[in-house]
């Protein structure tokens, strides 16, 4: 009875392990008005498209935050909301990084059958984001936990 | 003259990107108590430290972002103000990203001679940072225009 326990608990939490799930796909630099279309898919959670967008600084301010960013558009076309993460990373020909950021859920669950997009800001390493040659895209996806179905009652037994 | 006016010009917006240093280091993952020691050299800034302060968890109840971040110390050992952007790329041992993200100077410059510390959030990739093997920090600076 103990290793049953035991064994139950071990499996639990190495299904919840099981459940977030990362994927990490290399792309060419191609966007066209800004835009990439791309296919990068975990648990039937797929990053479609990528809008880019370079920003712009207020110059003759002091603020040095750019408006630069991307947003990711995301398709779960799975059976099961889903916590969705994804990391953008941009490279120049030399591999440096030019523009870096992640973005997600922020409130609840990418539920089932949805579409949402998602805005990852570059506002302070942006400088040379024109020099762009390839970038990473990482899709992190942790499935919503099943509701735990109570214990049944204790079925009350005659005494004799 | 008007041809050298054009070729002054010309140089001058040639020259202009040029104000942008920028450079990359790519190092093993080995923190000590949450800090490593790190070099990463632009322009006589230095990065050089970096603390990983990591959630793999999200946060409380619907709230999915974590507080994950890594804190980096930039010396400007330069003779001149400079404005610094700093990318940390954190990966796995298959190459998957891990963590992700930028900091830098919000306002103003970082002062000749200053020191100052940038927060990096990594708030939505985060639920691998325990698998982390590697990262990559590039630093960009910007000289202050002389005016």
Same mark, same amino acid.
């Given at each position: 009875m103990r290793k049953a326990a035991v064994g139950f608990v071990v499996l639990a939490w190495a299904s919840s392990m099981l459940a977030a799930e990362a994927?990490?796909?290399? @792309?060419?630099?191609?966007? /066209?008005?800004?835009?990439?279309? /791309?296919?990068?898919?975990?648990?039937? /959670?797929? /990053?479609?498209?990528?809008? @880019?967008d370079l920003g712009g600084t207020l110059s003759s301010t002091p603020i040095r935050r750019s408006s630069a960013k991307v947003v990711a558009r995301v398709d779960n076309n799975g059976w099961l909301d889903q916590e969705v993460g994804i990391a953008v990373v941009v490279f120049d020909e030399e591999g440096n990084v030019v523009a870096a950021g992640s973005g997600g859920t922020k409130w609840g669950y990418l539920n089932k059958g949805d579409r949402d997009t998602y805005t990852i800001d570059f506002p302070y390493l942006y400088r040379r984001f024109d020099h762009a040659k390839t970038f990473l895209v990482t899709l992190e996806t942790k499935e919503k936990a099943g509701k735990q179905k109570p214990a049944p009652k204790p079925t009350l037994t005659p005494s004799p | 003259?008007?041809?050298?006016? #054009? $070729?002054? $010009?010309v140089g001058s917006l040639l020259a202009a990107p040029l104000w942008a240093g920028q450079a990359t280091g790519k190092f093993e993952y080995k923190p000590v108590n949450g800090g490593q020691d790190i070099r990463v050299e632009s322009d006589h800034v230095v990065v050089s430290r970096i603390d990983f302060k990591?959630?793999?968890?999200?946060?409380?109840?619907? #709230?999915r972002g974590s507080s994950s971040s890594v804190e980096v110390r930039a010396d400007n050992n330069g003779g001149v103000d400079q404005a610094i952007g700093i990318a940390v790329v954190l990966y796995d041992e298959h190459g998957n990203i891990v963590g992700a993200g930028n900091g830098g100077t919000h306002v103003g410059w970082l002062s000749k001679g200053e020191r100052d510390t940038s927060k990096i959030s990594m708030s939505y990739v985060f639920r691998n940072l325990d698998k982390a093997k590697t990262f990559v920090v590039t630093l960009e600076t910007r000289e202050k225009p002389k005016s």
């Open positions: 994927v990490t796909q290399k @792309f060419d630099w191609n966007p /066209v008005n800004g835009i990439q279309e /791309v296919h990068v898919e975990g648990s039937r /959670v797929v /990053v479609a498209q990528l809008k @880019f | 003259m008007a041809n050298r006016k #054009i $070729l002054c $010009l990591f959630e793999t968890t999200s946060g409380t109840g619907p #709230i």
